[in-house]
């Protein structure tokens, strides 16, 4: 509570927004430049925004580094990253930019917890050291991965905010999901990209990520098809969860089905 107070206390009349010059450049690149412009919003907290949220709060109160954000991503982190708050975790952020999410990773999870960002843009190697560990690398580079989860250690989460290019993102999940402890979570954003041919996918496109996540969803349900599952690393996903643009995925082994009746009472 004492964080809100002290920023809603903070938090100006007006809120830099993505009409003000911040549409991130890799959406730029490929999507419907547009449309993404008409979505912008300008001004502050949207009317019904619960600002005793703590990331929404954060967010619209924002003084530091430039964060860009859908808004409907500030509940989806917040319920999926709650339990992780002062309990000190391993976080690492593909994606660094400005580094204003890796602000308020610090901000949201504590000073305990131990914070690696990683982006292609040798720019970002000056944010090393400010609100956690900076290294500069390719997502798709599985010797560079290797080199930082050296660094790191076992996770607790992972937020894939990088390239959003298709090939990219099953290359990265590839290596970091075994790292990822049980209980962890590996949360991908920005995947409408998945139907941009600028990002290597499309509507109809064999390698939007949804395909690949099908088959996740095909291995969860292994037992029952009988037909064994297609992907090495989905006995490491227990769950998924399916957003406008986010994909979260509950991690941990999961145990063999089995079905019990309690209680004494029938009919
Ligand atoms: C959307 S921005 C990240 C924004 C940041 N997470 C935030 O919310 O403030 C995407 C970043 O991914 C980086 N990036 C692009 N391709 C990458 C790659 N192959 N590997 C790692 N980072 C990449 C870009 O340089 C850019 O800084």
């Known amino acids: 509570m004492d964080l809100l107070r002290r920023l809603l206390r903070t938090m100006p009349a007006t809120v830099p927004t993505g009409s003000e010059g911040a549409v991130a450049p890799d959406i730029e690149a490929g999507g419907p430049v547009t449309d993404m412009a008409a979505l912008a919003h300008a001004g502050g907290p949207p009317e019904g925004t619960d600002l005793s949220r703590p990331l929404q709060a954060r967010f619209w109160g924002n003084t530091g580094r430039v964060i860009h954000k859908w808004h409907h991503y500030l509940d989806i982190y917040d319920r999926h ?131 690949h996540l099908r088959r996740f969803i095909d291995d969860l349900h292994a037992p029952y098809h009988g037909e064994g599952t297609t992907l090495p690393l989905s006995d490491r996903v227990t769950g998924l969860h399916v957003y406008d643009s986010i994909v979260v995925l509950d991690c941990g082994l999961r145990a063999p089905p089995r079905h019990s009746m309690t209680g004494g009472v029938a009919g």
């Open 81 to 211: 990253f709650a339990p992780f708050r002062g309990a000190a975790p391993t976080l690492l952020e593909i994606g660094v930019q400005n580094g204003g999410s890796m602000q308020m990773w610090r901000d949201y999870f504590g000073p305990e917890a131990r914070l690696f960002g990683i982006d292609i843009d040798p720019a970002c190697a000056a944010l090393d050291g400010e609100a956690g560990v900076v290294r500069i690398g390719s997502q798709d580079d599985p010797d560079f991965l290797a080199s930082v989860l050296f660094e790191t250690g076992p996770l607790d989460i992972v937020i894939d905010d990088g390239s959003h290019r298709m090939e990219h993102i099953p290359a990265s999940l590839e290596v970091l999901l075994p790292h990822v402890r049980p209980g962890g979570v590996y949360l991908i954003e920005d995947l409408h990209c998945a139907y941009w041919p600028g990002y290597g996918g499309g509507l109809r496109a064999e390698a939007n990520f949804f395909n």
